[in-house]
Structure formats: C-alpha cells, structure tokens
C-alpha cells in the first residue's frame, strides 16, 4: 500500500495477503529475532512518518461526525505519532518476518516488534466505549446491494490484469455501508448526476437507488491536463492513468 487511502483502519485478521517487515542489517536483529517463530501473532510498533501533525479532537472515521478526543481514538493524528498493530506471522527468514494482513503502507518504520500473548493481551468482553453504540447501529442497519455496470466492471477488471490495481472490495465495503456524502469515506454529493468517492488515487462514480447502490465508471483522480505536466510522475499508479485515459478519456 502506498498511499494511507488504500490502507485499512486495522490489520484484517483474515487477509489472504503476504507482507514482509525487514530489520536493516549490522545490528545483530538475525540473533533479537530468535525463537519468535514460535508465537501466531505478534505486536508491531511504529510510526507515523507521514503524519506531521496532530490534533487533540478528530473525527473518528466510525459513526457520527462529531469530534472526539485522540485518545479515545485510533487516529493517526497524535502528539507522539506511533501505532499499534497486531499481525499474524508465518515465518522468520533471517532479518525479514513474514506476515499477514496489515494496515500500514511501504516503508513504514518499524519501532519495536513483541509478541501476542493471548493469556495478557486479549480481554473478550470488555466495554468499547463510545464504540459500543456505533457497533450496535452498524450491525443493525440495513445494507446497500452494489452492482458495476458492464463499463464499471471492464475497468476495473483491466486495472486489476493489467496494472495490479485492486480497489474493488474496498470500495463495495464502504457503498454497502454507507454510501451517503461523507468526509470520512470521501464520497462527494452529485455532480453529472452521480456521487463520487475518491479511493488513493482513483475516482468511483455512483449512483443511488432504493436498497441499492449502482457503480457507473472508474475515473483516475488527476486530469489528463495535470498528469502530462512535468512533475506529476511521482503520483501513485501514474503510467496506470495516463494508459487508462487513452482507453477512455475523460
């Protein structure tokens, strides 16, 4: 994952995916990551090196907009910028830990690396504060179907064939949920007739209808005037959308 939009707000337990974390060598990490092999699950520490701000009040990307107090969030935007993630690992290969589904993106710093001890580490049953009521909405509110029109579903099939660009799931996560004009999720009210949620560096446009959600196109997120400037190169799935405008310009 290269940009933040494309990473989830927690690791997902169940992700088929692969990751590596890599020690950087000369510091005798092969001998710190000894016996480690043994534990399912392990804590990664780290930090936020692309946050340069914080905030004492943010909007929580679950439930309602108003703001509420980073501490009793887990929002990038913190005094000391560092994270928490718990992982699965599936193997040691000298200074490199292979992993599963993680919610951080290329190059993130790793802190500190513990293992998950499930007798101290979980606490099933415990109050989730201000969460609770949102978990109990979510889990009761109706959600929306999501087709692709036959357009839709070209463009995202030769994305996914030609370039390993996959937003697919992600976005029929967010539409199924809550497929209102939102900040949180970066869907915009209508322009041309349909709502637009913004996905790393693509545009998803939609429509909606009783029960139902209906993606039309696939956009890149930056004009062809913009990507052909000197500059631009340097954006995420850049040759992606220059390819993908000649296929079907803007």
């Known amino acids: 994952m290269r940009v933040k939009f494309d990473a989830p707000r927690q690791a997902e337990p169940g992700a088929p995916e692969r990751n590596v974390i890599e020690l950087i060598p000369g510091h005798r990490f092969e001998e710190a990551l000894r016996d480690l092999e043994g534990f399912e699950r392990i804590w990664l520490v780290w930090w936020f090196d692309r946050n340069p701000n914080w905030r004492p009040m943010v909007r929580a990307p679950r439930g309602d907009t108003r703001r509420r107090g980073v501490f009793a969030t887990r929002a990038p935007h913190r005094p000391n910028p560092i994270g928490i993630t718990s992982v699965r690992l599936y193997e040691v290969r000298g200074r490199e830990l292979i992993v599963g589904g993680v919610d951080l993106l290329d190059r993130t710093p790793i802190l500190d690396i513990k293992p998950y001890i499930s007798e101290v580490d979980a606490f099933p049953g415990m109050r989730n504060g201000w969460l609770g009521s949102v978990e109990g909405t979510e889990s009761s509110s109706e959600k929306y179907m999501v087709a692709l029109t036959p357009l839709a579903a070209e463009q995202m099939e030769w994305l996914r064939k030609t370039w390993q660009v996959d937003f697919e799931d992600k976005v029929k996560a967010i539409l199924e949920r809550e497929p209102r004009p939102s900040r949180r999720h970066r869907i915009t009210g209508k322009k041309d007739g349909l709502f637009r949620l913004s996905s790393g560096s693509w545009r998803v446009f939609f429509s ?24 631009f190169e340097v954006i995420p799935d850049y040759q992606a959308q220059l390819a993908f405008e000649e296929l079907w310009p803007s």
């Open 208 to 231: 909606c209808g009783e029960g139902g959600v209906l993606i039309e196109r696939v956009a890149p997120g930056f004009p062809l005037s913009l990507l052909t400037k000197d500059g």
